[in-house]
T-cell receptor, first 113, second 115 residues
Framework: SQQGEEDPQALSIQEGENATMNCSYK?????LQWYRQNSGRGLVHLIL?????REKHSGRLRVTLDTSKKSSSLLITASRAADTASYFC?????????????FGQGTILTVHP | GAVVSQHPSWVICKSGTSVKIECRSL??????MFWYRQFPKQSLMLMAT?????????EQGVEKDKFLINHASLTLSTLTVTSAHPEDSSFYIC???????????FGSGTRLTVV
């Protein structure tokens, strides 16, 4: 499956600053999700946004989706050192492929205390 | 909530040996599971779709004879890496297809190191 792109590939910020990551994908989707992965560990599901939604919030997370541009962004506000991790977007095309995810290349976020 | 248990969490094996990784749905039935692979500092790539009671569907470029998938029950899918080589060293993670009462659920992953 063809992966989408994320930018930036790496992001380094100070605690308290906001972090914005972008994701672009190639095909039509049923939904888009964002995951966090701490080094060498499993995935933590952060948020899911459906194709008919444009924006979604969850705590310090804000996700936008622009299906016309096939892009999404993840904003983490008031970042903390504990937010240091890799962040991946993942798309589900739905239909017969429902549940099968195509992951972006990821953004490595480092939050300095 | 729905839990997928993956075992082992890490394994070290010698070149030429086979390794089996289990992915088990603990409180629900998963007729379809997905297996992903993640090389160091890279993203996750889908390897195959595991279907209970039928043959797995492999993604392009994934050798089905090397990565044997068995989904013999509604709660268990296994991935066997046969004749493992150092280039098979990777992080393998499974997930269950979302259902009506549960969302996307991933196992905790297995780190395979072949020496």
């Amino acid at each position: 499956s063809q992966q989408g792109e994320e930018d930036p590939q790496a992001l380094s910020i100070q605690e308290g600053e906001n972090a914005t990551m972008n994701c672009s994908y190639k095909t039509s989707i049923n939904n888009l999700q964002w995951y966090r992965q701490n080094s060498g560990r499993g995935l933590v599901h952060l948020i899911l946004i459906r194709s008919n939604e444009r924006e979604k919030h969850s705590g310090r997370l804000r996700v936008t989706l622009d299906t016309s541009k096939k892009s999404s962004s993840l904003l983490i506000t008031a970042s903390r050192a504990a937010d240091t991790a890799s962040y991946f977007c993942a798309t589900d095309a739905g239909g017969t492929s429902y549940g099968k995810l195509t992951f972006g290349q990821g953004t490595i976020l480092t939050v300095h205390p | 909530g729905a839990v997928v248990s993956q075992h082992p969490s890490w394994v070290i094996c010698k070149s030429g040996t086979s390794v089996k990784i289990e992915c088990r749905s603990l409180d629900f039935q998963a007729t379809t599971m997905f297996w992903y692979r993640q090389f160091p500092k890279q993203s996750l790539m889908l390897m195959a779709t595991s279907n209970e009671g039928s043959k797995a569907t492999y993604e392009q470029g994934v050798e089905k004879d090397k990565f044997l998938i068995n989904h013999a029950s509604l709660t268990l899918s296994t991935l066997t890496v046969t004749s493992a080589h150092p280039e098979d060293s990777s992080f393998y993670i499974c997930s269950a297809r979302p259902g009506q009462v549960y969302g996307y659920t991933f196992g905790s992953g297995t780190r395979l190191t072949v020496v």
